[in-house]
């Protein structure tokens, strides 16, 4: 994580360091509500930093624009059902976002709403034999009538849509809403960069020479907290834990000294590749917060998803692909009716 050592008044104005420079106007029809019927399908935005260029095309080709032998490094968390749905004693409606599991087994850390009328001590009632107390109202602790409930969330559990998509999620949504090379269950966001390939993509893809390897970082619910610091280098980021077998990480080590191209798919497996350059431990928790003017060690390229304004995501991306190429993408990709989000479209940029 990039620490300062000033204070803000000594700190150097940089417009690229002001939160209004991540700002841009998208009209709510371009956010998409679901998916392309076909994952490779979706459009797909080349960025050229090299030629400054920016060119159109679909996922299904992205063969087409990959350097020879990439070693293109996924995120194979899975999402878990983590919103539940739940009546109190009284028959009103509670909702219960999961966040972290405490080490007790039963008890977790929730986002609970209405949390104002639940008392302590109030039980909900889950459905499926499945109830949770209300153990401590201010740090929003329930705990469980059983033990490690992740185990039970196919029966009691919703797919966590993010808040800009405005409808119930379906029963689809639990294929849709994960990566087909998901195993990890552990997230409560996908890592949606990985939504557009397809088994037969990625068979073709290693068919060409390319190779995937894979990563784990489970996705927790402070992705989705947008900046609000007017100076970004004083946001508090969050943590969020990731593994790396030890033969995925000898893999990637002797790709970079093979100087070839280690393709990030996501910004998830981007701030993985990054903390392991930094700290050369390959399982643990990252704060990383990646903005412009931070130097790449691992990552050569970025496949990633449209992100919102404010967000540490679209700040990654401006850092991997330069600020003013990034936000004249978004502007072009806009103009161009591109699909935003979660199951919108894809960027690659190189």
């Known amino acids: 994580m990039q620490k300062l050592s000033k204070t803000p008044s000594q700190l150097k104005p940089n417009n690229l360091f002001e939160l209004q420079s991540y700002f841009y106007q998208l009209p709510d029809e371009l956010i998409a509500q679901k998916p392309v019927s076909k994952r490779d399908n979706a459009r797909l935005l ?8 920016i060119c159109h095309d679909t996922f299904d080709h992205l063969n087409k624009y990959l350097p020879v032998n990439s070693q293109l490094v996924v995120n194979n968390s899975k999402v878990i059902p983590a919103r539940l749905l739940g009546n109190r004693p009284t028959g009103g409606a509670v909702e219960a ?12 850390e929730v986002l609970l709403r209405p949390l104002k009328k639940i008392s302590e001590g109030e039980e909900i009632n889950f459905g499926n034999g499945i109830s949770a107390v209300l153990e401590n109202k201010e740090k929003r602790i329930v705990r469980f009538n059983k033990k490690n409930i992740v185990r039970h969330l196919q029966k009691i559990g919703h797919i966590p849509l993010p808040p800009y998509i405005k409808r119930p999620d379906t029963a689809r949504d639990k294929k849709d809403y994960q990566t087909v090379y998901a195993k990890q269950p552990g997230s409560v966001a996908s890592p949606t960069a990985g939504l557009h390939f397809t088994d037969g993509l990625i068979k073709k893809l290693k068919n060409h020479g390319h190779r995937f390897l894979e990563l784990t970082l489970h996705i927790n619910y402070g992705t989705f907290k947008p900046v609000e610091c007017p100076d970004i280098r004083f946001h508090p980021m969050h943590t969020e834990y990731y593994s790396i077998k030890p033969m995925v990480y000898k893999s990637i080590l002797k790709a970079k000294e093979n100087s070839r191209t280690l393709v990030a798919v996501g910004t998830t497996s981007c701030r993985v590749l990054e903390s392991v350059a930094q700290s050369k431990v390959y399982t643990g928790s990252t704060s990383i917060f990646i903005y412009p003017g931070y130097q790449f060690q691992m990552v050569d390229a970025l496949i990633t998803n449209f992100h919102l304004p404010y967000s540490t995501l679209l700040m990654l991306v401006c850092a991997f692909g330069g600020h003013d190429l990034v936000m004249k993408a978004y502007k072009e990709a806009i103009k161009e009716r591109y699909r935003f989000y979660s199951y919108g479209d894809a960027m690659l940029i190189l």
């Open 46 to 53: 080349i960025i050229d930093r090299a030629q400054g260029s």
């Open 97 to 108: 976002f999961l966040l972290n599991p405490l080490t007790d087994g039963y008890s977790y």
